[in-house]
């Protein structure tokens, strides 16, 4: 393998392009007042809710944890109710995003536009609502962020949440390029197991919310991208012995 086989980067976007996670967490929080509801997530329990992908799901579970047998609530009244708390989230987490609450991290914007500079495809995989993506890129990029990215893959188009490999290979389907070819980008064990899933390399960038979480298997584990060059990317790509 040469280095010149790296063609194409693809980021993950919740924790890994944007450190968003604490917004998310104020939003569910709102949400949950707004609606009535007697929930308060803390840092510890939502590090735990991580582990589900989706916030739907998160909540759907959580609801599990709480109510026991949910089945009895009935069969339209329950995903009502869910999906009425999540619009809720969801729209609290844009006011937030348009506030100024959630940044990029360190290093995305520089390596993003430097990869773009040379030439490389770069794509987005993330079971996120497109909305969520659109706050936050919007916000750190202007309104043509969408330019930037060849491919954009997220929970409107892919059904299966991580850790399923779904979007990732529907992003290589579009991309028309081999795993071997491409960079993943992710901060969780849940989107590591996706990206491995669809053989693809990956470097992991833990946040507080999941830099306990195991990442056997990633080409690197980081604290940030802050310094990362395209340079770097094709070594460490090229190197990898797997």
Same mark, same amino acid.
């Given at each position: 393998?040469?280095?010149?086989?790296?063609? %194409?980067?693809?980021?993950?976007?919740?924790?890994?392009? %944007?450190?968003?996670?604490?917004?998310?967490?104020?939003?569910?929080?709102?949400? +949950?007042? &707004?609606?009535?509801?007697?929930?308060?997530?803390? /840092?510890?329990?939502?590090?735990?809710?991580? /582990?589900?992908?989706?916030?739907?799901?998160?909540?759907?579970?959580?609801?599990?944890?709480?109510?026991?047998?949910?089945?009895?609530?009935?069969?339209?009244?329950?995903?009502?109710?869910?999906?009425?708390?999540?619009?809720?989230?969801?729209?609290?987490?844009?006011?937030?995003?348009?506030?100024?609450?959630?940044?990029?991290?360190?290093?995305?914007?520089?390596?993003?536009? !430097?990869? +773009?500079?040379?030439?490389?495809?770069? %794509? =987005?995989?993330?079971?996120?609502? @497109?909305?969520?993506?659109?706050?936050?890129?919007? !916000?750190?990029?202007? @309104?043509?962020?969408?330019?930037?990215?060849?491919? =954009? &893959?997220?929970?409107?188009?892919?059904?299966?949440?991580?850790? $399923?490999?779904?979007?990732?290979?529907?992003?290589?389907?579009?991309?028309?390029?081999? @795993?071997?070819?491409?960079?993943? +980008? /992710?901060?969780?064990?849940?989107?590591?197991?996706?990206?491995?899933?669809?053989?693809?390399?990956?470097?992991?960038?833990?946040?507080? +919310?999941?830099?306990?979480? !195991?990442?056997?298997?990633?080409?690197?584990? *980081?604290?940030?991208?802050?310094?990362?060059?395209?340079? $770097? *990317?094709?070594?460490?790509? %090229?190197?990898?012995?797997?």
């Amino acid at each position: 393998m040469t280095a010149t086989s790296l063609r %194409a980067l693809i980021f993950d976007v919740d924790g890994t392009l %944007a450190d968003s996670e604490p917004a998310h967490l104020a939003a569910f929080n709102q949400a +949950f007042a &707004e609606a009535g509801v007697d929930w308060h997530w803390d /840092e510890a329990l939502y590090t735990r809710l991580l /582990e589900v992908s989706g916030g739907r799901e998160r909540i759907m579970h959580y609801w599990g944890k709480v109510h026991g047998d949910i089945t009895s609530i009935g069969a339209s009244a329950l995903p009502d109710t869910v999906r009425r708390i999540h619009d809720l989230k969801a729209a609290a987490y844009e006011r937030m995003v348009l506030d100024g609450a959630v940044h990029l991290r360190p290093g995305v914007l520089d390596l993003i536009r !430097s990869a +773009f500079d040379e030439g490389l495809r770069l %794509a =987005i995989a993330t079971t996120t609502s @497109p909305v969520n993506i659109d706050a936050i890129l919007r !916000s750190a990029m202007g @309104p043509d962020w969408t330019y930037t990215f060849k491919v =954009i &893959e997220d929970g409107s188009t892919a059904r299966r949440r991580k850790p $399923d490999p779904l979007v990732y290979l529907q992003t290589l389907e579009r991309l028309q390029l081999p @795993p071997t070819e491409c960079l993943a +980008f /992710e901060d969780s064990a849940n989107g590591l197991k996706a990206a491995m899933g669809a053989k693809l390399k990956t470097i992991v960038t833990p946040n507080a +919310f999941t830099a306990h979480q !195991s990442f056997v298997g990633a080409l690197r584990v *980081l604290p940030s991208l802050q310094g990362t060059t395209v340079s $770097d *990317l094709r070594d460490w790509h %090229a190197t990898d012995a797997r």
